[in-house]
């Protein structure tokens, strides 16, 4: 796996500077710097993904030789992200050197310009308050600049990197501290150097001093701190260092406390997920259970089955079954459709008709032989008997409707005929002749006649009665 080389031309920080916008241009620089280093790690996840379907390809081949490869590989992966993560470390520290160096320089170059400017202030003879006030005042700004950013260089080193942060802060303290005190003992140089003009000192001292708390108030530094002394500027650095630590002592609460919450979560997760598991496997049991229940039932209904059909086939045969006489019945049914088809009767005058038609209803004895225990063969007789009376009624249906049909085309059937009452009569018929001629055509009987026939009919039955 090819290593990522420096580049062969240096970042353009490094060979411009430019103090007024020193700043900014250190912003850029690692900006590019950032971005220059993600180039470089995404060259070499591309090279680890290229000998990964290498890798791929020879386990098909060579197992063996594979996972050498493979071990060679992540060997040489780790070095290369070790190499690139060092490298980027080294460039930042360099860079933020240089931007220390270029900021220390650009400080002291306006503490000599203030310094000169207030010197030759007050060797002004006459020295000119005004402009001793504003040399001074730069003097004093230029080393509050100085002091302002030893102070920020110390908290951006323990707000860095954690418990790592912490460390580099703490060896860097006691040159943060000495370069603190010297430039107290500058500022207290200054003032004592405006005490030797009684004048001056008289109108410009107490004005001094309050610019001078002006200005470190706002580095948020409290009241009781703001003496410029060795054990003041310590108690600062201490201050910072507490606020950082309780920052980071709550951070690392929080990432605990976070660590316990997923924690909870994922072990409430395993517990929802184990009763859903257990819900299941009693449902499949549940079901299995059915199943095999069903499957019992069957095998016992199969079962029973099985013996019935083997029983059945083990029963001995009977000697005798019971026969009907097909051609009996036939005769016995042409003989009623016979009888029905002739019962038309020889056309009678209306005093001689009788309606009283009637059939003998022909009667049927069916013997029931029992042949051993089973009633099987007893059912076969059963369905014989009943279809023949079936057809036995359905052959009396069709003799009375043929009946019906041939009365319906012939009326003298009907059980009453016209009588001419013109033939034989002695002399003309009279209306009221006519008028029961008609009565009797319409089936009026006569009750005299009606009884003398009923004597006739009684006496042809029973003549033992005369």
């Keep these: 796996m090819p290593t990522s080389s420096p580049s062969a031309s240096p970042d353009p920080y490094f060979t411009h500077f430019d103090p007024r916008a020193e700043h900014q241009s250190y912003k850029d620089a690692q900006q590019r710097l950032e971005e220059t280093h993600r180039e470089k790690v995404t060259r070499v996840m591309k090279d680890w993904s290229d000998l990964e379907e290498k890798y791929q390809d020879m386990r098909l081949t060579d197992p063996k030789s594979a996972q050498s490869f493979k071990t060679r590989m992540t060997a040489r992966f780790q070095t290369s992200v070790q190499a690139l993560e060092e490298e980027g470390n080294a460039e930042k520290h360099q860079m933020a050197a240089m931007h220390q160096q270029r900021v220390l320089a650009h400080i002291n170059q306006r503490k000599r310009e203030a310094m000169t400017c207030y010197t030759q202030a007050l060797t002004e003879q006459p020295p000119n308050p005004h402009r001793v ?164 039932t069957e095998k016992d209904v199969e079962t029973t089955k099985d013996q019935f059909e083997s029983e059945t086939s083990a029963r001995p045969s009977p000697t005798a079954l019971p026969t009907v006489d097909d051609a009996a019945v036939q005769r016995a049914v042409e003989e009623v459709a016979a009888a029905v088809a002739h019962q038309e009767a020889e056309p009678r005058v209306q005093h001689v008709m009788t309606h009283d038609l009637g059939h003998e209803s022909m009667g049927y004895s069916v013997r029931r032989e029992v042949y051993g225990s089973s009633g099987h063969d007893g059912r076969n007789v059963y369905f014989t008997l009943g279809f023949a009376g079936i057809a036995l009624m359905a052959a009396v249906f069709v003799g009375v409707a043929v009946s019906k049909w041939r009365s319906s085309r012939h009326p003298h059937a009907q059980g009453f005929v016209e009588v001419d009452q013109t033939i034989g009569a002695p002399g003309p018929v009279t209306p009221e002749e006519r008028h029961v001629a008609n009565m009797q055509i319409n089936g009026y009987e006569n009750p005299t006649y009606k009884y003398f026939e009923l004597r006739v009919q009684a006496t042809s039955l029973h003549p033992t009665r005369l």
Excluded: F
Excluded at 235 to 264: H, M, P
């Design 133 to 296: 006030e504003k040399c001074l005042q730069k003097l004093l700004r230029a080393l509050h600049k100085d002091r302002a950013h030893a102070l920020a260089h110390y908290r951006h080193l323990l707000s860095s990197g954690g418990s790592g942060g912490l460390e580099a802060a703490a060896s860097e303290r006691p040159r943060t501290l000495e370069r603190l005190v010297d430039i107290d003992r500058a500022v207290n140089q200054s003032m004592a150097m405006l005490k030797r003009y009684p004048e001056l000192s008289a109108k410009l001292s107490q004005l001094m001093n309050d610019y001078i708390q002006a200005l470190r108030s706002k580095d948020d530094t409290p009241g009781s701190m703001l003496g410029m002394t060795e054990d003041a500027e310590s108690s600062i650095l201490d201050k910072y260092r507490i606020e950082v630590e309780r920052k980071v002592t709550e951070k690392e609460r929080q990432r605990i406390a976070e660590k316990q919450r997923k924690e909870q979560r994922a072990q409430e997760r395993e517990k929802l997920r184990e009763e859903k598991l257990r819900l299941e496997a009693k449902k499949v049991e549940e079901i299995m259970v059915k199943e095999d229940a069903d499957k019992q």
